[in-house]
């Protein structure tokens, strides 16, 4: 954790992130999410039981004097009138919301059954907020393959090859980033990747021909690390320095606006979505299958994938194996249309 977090942080709050990042697994990332998502909380909690001056800017409360007795005085209408606040006050979106109740239910949880700070947990009934089943926004397979034709640059070899992993791996930002050499293993019968997702945890991605054509030609162009540290990344910038996250966003976004389709809210991440809706829809991929290729714990983030499109509705149509019986019949004339007709004269 970065020094500026631990100083801010009271000791209650400063042990949860510890536990979070070494026990748990938790990325750096996340971890610092928990910080900044509670952090806001213990602000409020601080400002309406009136323990900092009331012309205090909200963004300048310390929050390093919490104690852990006032954190077991916090009841359960004070957490739903933290959540009413993110709304009204903050305009947080219902995602964001409940973002926040799960890292609140996971402090507590922490200081009740493994810190033993409380007898019991006094928001343990505090409801995560109800989230719009929405689609994931991705790609079509005509704006995908128009993306891969449009990488270009000095360095369109490594580029490319990135955005065919994120296309046909479905990787994470994080597990791209830091992939190294030593992950690889391109064979001619099975190539396999070896990624590193959330909480560390470790999973097998077979290559399919794309991803091993782009790799091999990126490696013949790979520039030389410039120093022992980076020589297993398989990444590397100009000055022959692993990548970072932030250099890889601005290639995904420079191939995007090459494309012409920049401004319509596609990111990385969404190149992931995109991996796993295509997968589904034209690869017929299992469900399961799709799960522990992404990564996911629970089946039940893999499912915001298995939406049906219009084309795939169009085709169970088609197979139905009464869709081409023609009726032995001919229809009758409606009785209005027989009165108005007139015998021919």
Same mark, same amino acid.
């Given at each position: 954790m970065k020094p500026a977090i631990l100083d801010d942080c009271p000791e209650p709050l400063r042990d949860f992130l510890f536990y979070m990042e070494t026990i748990k697994g938790r990325s750096v990332r996340?971890? !610092?999410?928990?910080?900044?998502?509670?952090?806001?909380?213990?602000?409020?909690?601080?400002?309406?039981r009136g323990l900092v001056?009331?012309?205090l800017p909200f963004e300048e409360i310390p929050i390093r004097g919490v104690t852990a007795s006032l954190l077991s005085e916090v009841t359960l209408s004070e957490a739903y009138e933290f959540l009413n606040y993110t709304l009204s006050e903050r305009a947080n979106s219902a995602k964001t919301r409940a973002r926040k109740v799960s890292a609140l239910r996971s402090f507590y949880k922490y200081l009740t059954v493994k810190a033993h700070l409380f007898d019991d947990n006094p928001i343990q009934d505090l409801e995560i907020p109800a989230l719009k089943k929405s689609l994931p926004k991705h790609l079509s397979m005509e704006e995908s393959l128009e993306l891969l034709v449009h990488v270009d640059g000095e360095f369109k070899e490594r580029d490319y090859c990135i955005i065919t992993l994120f296309l046909n791996c479905g990787l994470r930002l994080s597990e791209l980033v830091?992939?190294?050499?030593?992950?690889? @293993?391109? +064979?001619?019968?099975?190539?396999?990747?070896?990624?590193? *997702?959330? *909480?560390?945890? +470790?999973r097998l991605l077979y290559l399919n021909d794309a991803c091993v054509s782009a790799l091999q030609v990126y490696l013949k162009q790979r520039v030389s690390p410039?120093?022992?540290? +980076?020589?297993?990344?398989?990444?590397? #910038?100009? @000055? *022959?320095?692993?990548?970072?996250?932030?250099?890889? !966003?601005?290639?995904? +976004?420079? #191939?995007?606006?090459?494309?012409?389709?920049s401004g319509q809210g596609y990111s990385v991440?969404?190149?992931?979505?995109?991996?796993?809706?295509?997968?589904y829809q034209y690869g017929n991929v299992d469900i399961r299958v799709l799960q522990q290729m992404l990564g996911h714990v629970n089946l039940g983030t893999t499912e915001i994938y298995t939406h049906t499109s219009?084309?795939?509705l169009e085709e169970a149509a088609e197979h139905s194996p009464l869709a081409h019986v023609k009726p032995r019949f001919s229809p009758k004339k409606p009785e209005s249309q027989k009165n108005r007709e007139s015998p021919e004269e």
């Open positions: 996340t971890v !610092e999410a928990y910080y900044i998502d509670l952090r806001t909380f213990l602000r409020f909690l601080l400002q309406r001056p009331s012309d830091g992939i190294n050499l030593s992950d690889l @293993r391109l +064979e001619d019968q099975s190539s396999t990747l070896k990624v590193t *997702g959330k *909480g560390n945890k +470790e410039q120093n022992v540290k +980076e020589k297993n990344a398989l990444f590397l #910038s100009s @000055r *022959g320095t692993r990548l970072t996250a932030r250099r890889v !966003e601005q290639i995904v +976004e420079g #191939s995007l606006k090459l494309a012409g389709l991440h969404k190149l992931r979505h995109t991996a796993a809706t295509l997968l219009s084309k795939q």
